[in-house]
T-cell receptor, first 114, second 109 residues
Framework: ETGVTQTPRHLVMGMTNKKSLKCEQHLGHNAMYWYKQSAKKPLELMFVYSLEERVENNSVPSRFSPECPNSSHLFLHLHTLQPEDSALYLC?????????????FGPGTRLTVT | GQNIDQPTEMTATEGAIVQINCTYQTSGFNGLFWYQQHAGEAPTFLSYNVLDGLEEKGRFSSFLSRSKGYSYLLLKELQMKDSASYLCAVMDSNYQLIWGAGTKLIIKP
């Protein structure tokens, strides 16, 4: 138990669907992250939020839309995805940015796009 | 460009010692992290090195040489539960983590 929870754990969606991934951290951290993990590839940083403000958007397609309503919650809204978007989506949090803080990860959402 | 290299897969025997290497080329350096990830689970923090040398934490140790752009994770007295992927990540000058693809460690009885 890392203090970061994600729902759902598994999601199958068609290319025309709209769905959302949810992340919640119970650690009192100020920074939250979305990562994409594909088999045998490095973790890809998608978005970074610090104190509810987006500070990083690594050229992610607009079919992925993040939302951070407060410092404990992070969402990833999905629409018109492609099969190559199938992957494990990991949420993480850290005490803050600008220091070498370790990141705490949630268990991930296994996404399959059909 | 920024690059982290580590072996894709390693196999070791229960009770033995294994060393997982990581080499890196990054824009700046603010430390190197090792994470463990069991299949289907979250990555969990193992160690952090920012100065050269060896950091020991129980059965696990991590070594760093900044001049060589090199680190290793040493696991002693291997147990079956150590079967997992081990991720090396470097924090660059912008305090962003650059990740390796991970090393899958298989422990055999």
């Amino acid at each position: 138990e890392t203090g970061v929870t994600q729902t759902p754990r598994h999601l199958v969606m068609g290319m025309t669907n709209k769905k959302s991934l949810k992340c919640e951290q119970h650690l009192g951290h100020n920074a939250m992250y979305w990562y994409k993990q594909s088999a045998k590839k490095p973790l890809e940083l998608m978005f970074v939020y610090s104190l509810e403000e987006r500070v990083e958007n690594n050229s992610v397609p607009s079919r992925f839309s993040p939302e951070c309503p407060n410092s404990s919650h992070l969402f990833l809204h999905l629409h018109t995805l492609q099969p190559e978007d199938s992957a494990l989506y990991l949420c993480a949090s850290s005490r803050g940015l600008g220091e070498a803080y370790e990141q705490y990860f949630g268990p991930g959402t296994r996404l399959t796009v059909t | 460009g920024q690059n982290i290299d580590q072996p894709t897969e390693m196999t070791a025997t229960e009770g033995a010692i294994v060393q997982i290497n990581c080499t890196y080329q990054t824009s700046g350096f603010n430390g190197l992290f090792w994470y463990q990830q069991h299949a289907g689970e979250a990555p969990t923090f193992l160690s952090y090195n920012v100065l050269d040398g060896l950091e020991e934490k129980g059965r696990f140790s991590s070594f760093l040489s900044r001049s060589k752009g090199y680190s290793y994770l040493l696991l002693k007295e291997l147990q079956m539960k150590d079967s997992a992927s081990y991720l090396c990540a470097v924090m660059d000058s912008n305090y962003q983590l650059i990740w390796g693809a991970g090393t899958k460690l298989i422990i055999k009885p």
